[in-house]
T-cell receptor, first 118, second 109 residues
Framework: DTGVSQNPRHKITKRGQNVTFRCDPI?????LYWYRQTLGQGPEFLTY????????KSRLLSDRFSAERPKGSFSTLEIQRTEQGDSAMYLC????????????????FGPGTRLTVL | QQPVQSPQAVILREGEDAVINCSSS?????VHWYRQKHGEAPVFLMI?????EQKGHEKISASFNEKKQQSSLYLTASQLSYSGTYFC??????????FGAGTTVTVRA
């Protein structure tokens, strides 16, 4: 168990550019989540996958954001035409699975990707 | 709907105790507690399930009142390493977590 990994750890980009982040979950985990965290706030849900299927996407997520999890392994989060308001820490988490409220839904977070849009 | 945490901040001396509260307006399936240090990712502490089952990874205790949709995290005999921001994440049966604004804990020698 090597934990959740994310790359890159930091990304600085200019407004209008596209960026892509990668998340590698814990190997046996079926669910993968993306959250966004801004300074002084708790993480905010963006989207999640059960294996390769994207099951929910936050209504707060604009069409500029897209996520994939091909083959149910790693996931990518792409932001197109970045805006300064996209600056945040993007966190990925994974969980083993099971029914809602069950003991296998602990979510373990990766180190995050800090995005700065200039 | 985000859960509400209280207090916003607490300062302790080593060895003192503290309680952090988390309440929700929705019926909860589970409550997850995390600690986050500055610039790092949230670290899982424990999960509390309906029916009273608990799973934790550190020597920190918590309770879950299902009737009131409230959870409390108990920091006893605090150590310097307990410093950080504590978040509760609540699950309402849809797998995703809603997080409170956090409680900043500072433990001083």
């Amino acid at each position: 168990d090597t934990g959740v990994s994310q790359n890159p750890r930091h990304k600085i980009t200019k407004r209008g550019q596209n960026v892509t982040f990668r998340c590698d979950p814990i190997s046996e985990h079926n669910r993968l989540y993306w959250y966004r965290q801004t300074l002084g706030q708790g993480p905010e849900f963006l989207t999640y996958f059960q294996n390769e299927a994207q099951l929910e996407k936050s209504r707060l997520l604009s069409d500029r954001f897209s996520a994939e999890r091909p083959k149910g392994s790693f996931s990518t989060l792409e932001i197109q035409r970045t805006e300064q308001g996209d600056s945040a820490m993007y966190l990925c988490a994974s969980s083993l699975g099971g029914p809602p409220g069950g003991p296998y839904n602990e979510q373990f977070f990766g180190p995050g990707t800090r995005l700065t849009v200039l | 709907q985000q859960p509400v945490q209280s207090p916003q901040a607490v300062i302790l001396r080593e060895g003192e105790d503290a309680v952090i509260n988390c309440s929700s307006s929705k019926a909860l399936y589970s409550v997850h507690w995390y600690r986050q240090k500055h610039g790092e990712a949230p670290v899982f502490l424990m999960i509390l399930l309906k029916g009273g089952e608990q799973k934790g990874h550190e020597k920190i205790s918590a309770s879950f009142n299902e009737k009131k949709q409230q959870s409390s995290l108990y920091l006893t005999a605090s150590q310097l390493s307990y410093s950080g921001t504590y978040f509760c994440g609540t699950e309402i049966g849809d797998y995703k977590l809603s997080f409170g604004a956090g409680t900043t804990v500072t433990v001083r020698a």
